[in-house]
């Protein structure tokens, strides 16, 4: 490699940080690191209607929690700013229009009704949904009168519509895809931002990246970003999509089946090098097959040879085996530290104790009354299994109504108590219950308690994660609580006269 090595992770900040970002990043990070070269942050924040600035601090502080350092971002600076997409706007217009004055791409005036409907008549008559190039042939004059109209447009980027688009993936050797199968993508959007295919190959460019390494679901994309660097006139990177992780059926690991957050593993007390080790694993093997080691190690004996293609499955069961090796090889004294870093912080501790405060006698009856503020999973068994499902609802009812909270709560970055209240109040007047009748199998499934401190603050202080992880352990539990039910069939009716 004769040019610098510069590698780049690109999360958009519209949600948790994801166990697969970390992944990712790792390995970026390393190959960076073997190779003398830079590792980038960008965060790719077009999407206006999802992206907020508290899940991009999130996403920092989660990366480096891990112990994934990047050395240019949109926290460090560097020489090819600025690393958030938002603020690169004006570029991404600039080449947009490069490519329209070529006759690479054209504008798009289809509205997003004709869009709809287009994709409606084709699922119905069972063909590959995709745009159907009326704009495409459009004439100058004829661009000229919608324009002068201000009517709204996107930018399409104008695939070939014959032969095919080849690329080498350093993993997996050639790869070719028929340009009919590719859709005249969308570059610009109507508001003026980007799409992720046109940021993505400008800002590689623009931040020379040699090497983009991703995930492998990106694989049938890429021949747009082909087309693109060929329209542009630029060198295309190296390609190297790596597998994704999956749940135990083969499936994209998801939150639905896994824990997928970041935070969920910092809070359960998983250790950062663990974690990373165990991601390391599930890409890539040491030379000497063994299964602990670190990043440095990693780094040292890192060749894309030993990547594995195979799906590998994210097993908690094996991370936590792992993270048990790490703990039991500290001293008494570190593992201590450590325990006051994460579980028994001051902040922590000064959060729960105004909770019990007036409820304590000895000092020891603190750790009776907050328990479950540290504790992890808790028991649903008997008279909490009972409690968990109001009078007259079914444990089928319940599991809706708690699945409905759950949804709220993986759409905020923090639990805080007001707004979480006013959630839960609206969403019990919309499956017709009365809000005290889902507080009380909310407090039972994210405590394991009847009566406890005032549940959305005791919610804001167990944290978002703990709450979520204890939510969907009482939906599973409910699940075999419905199946037990006895199920009520409709009297047959009465024969006629």
């Known amino acids: 490699m004769t040019a610098e090595v510069r590698v780049r992770i690109a999360p958009s900040p519209t949600g948790d940080p994801h166990v697969g970002t970390a992944y990712i990043a790792l390995f970026n990070y390393v190959f960076a690191k073997k190779h003398g070269g830079k590792f980038i942050l960008r965060i790719e924040d077009t999407d206006q209607t999802r992206s907020r600035p508290e899940w991009e601090t999130m996403i920092q502080q989660a990366l480096r929690w891990t112990g994934v350092s990047w050395d240019e971002g949109p926290d460090v600076g560097g020489p090819y700013g600025p690393y958030r997409q938002s603020e690169r706007t004006e ?117 020379k990246i040699t090497h983009v390494m991703r995930a492998e ?174 009078k007259g609802q079914s444990a089928k009812s319940t599991l809706t109504a708690l699945e409905a909270v759950l949804e709220l709560i993986d759409a905020v970055p923090e639990i805080h108590p007001e707004p979480m209240e006013a959630s839960l109040r609206a969403t019990a007047d919309k499956i017709g219950w009365k809000a005290k009748d889902l507080f009380m199998p909310v407090r039972v499934a994210v405590t394991g308690r009847k009566a406890t401190p005032p549940l959305f603050t005791t919610m804001e202080v167990l944290g978002k994660e703990r709450c979520r992880r204890r939510l969907r352990n009482a939906i599973a539990q409910l699940k075999v609580q419905a199946e037990a039910e006895p199920q009520v069939v409709a009297p047959a009716p009465a024969p006629a006269s």
């Open 91 to 207: 570029i991404y217009r600039k080449h947009c229009n490069e490519l329209m004055e070529k006759g690479a791409a054209y504008p798009c005036f289809c509205t997003s009704e004709r869009l709809e409907q287009l994709r409606r008549d084709q699922l119905r008559r069972k063909v590959s949904p995709g745009y159907d190039g009326r704009c495409r042939g459009l004439t100058a004059e004829e661009v000229a009168a919608k324009h002068a109209e201000k009517l709204p447009y996107t930018v399409r980027l104008k695939i070939p519509k014959e032969g095919a688009t080849t690329f080498v993936d350093r993993l997996r050797g050639e790869v070719t895809i028929e340009n009919h199968q590719v859709d005249d993508q969308v570059l610009l959007k109507s508001d003026g931002f980007p799409t992720y295919h046109l940021a993505n190959v400008v800002d590689d460019h623009l931040m």
């Open 217 to 390: 679901e990106w694989i049938t994309s890429t021949p747009k970003h082909v087309l693109l660097y060929k329209a542009f006139g630029w060198d295309a990177p190296e390609w190297i999509h790596m597998p994704l992780l999956r749940n135990q059926d083969k499936s994209k690991i998801s939150k639905r089946k896994n824990p997928v957050s970041i935070n969920f593993y910092k809070q359960a007390g998983f250790l950062p090098e663990a974690l990373l080790n165990y991601l390391a694993m599930m890409g890539w093997t040491m030379p000497d097959a063994r299964e602990k080691f670190t990043v440095a190690e990693m780094i040292e004996s890192f060749t894309l040879d030993r990547m594995s293609l195979g799906g590998p499955v994210f097993d908690v069961k094996k991370l936590t085996w792992l993270n048990g090796l790490y703990i039991r090889e500290m001293t008494p004294a570190e593992l201590v530290r450590r325990i006051r870093e994460t579980v028994l912080t001051d902040e922590k501790l000064l959060a729960v104790m105004p909770l019990v405060h007036e409820r304590i006698e000895k000092l020891e009856d603190f750790v009776d009354h907050s328990v479950f503020f540290f504790n992890g999973d808790v028991p649903y068994d008997g008279e909490m299994a009972a409690a968990m499902v109001p």
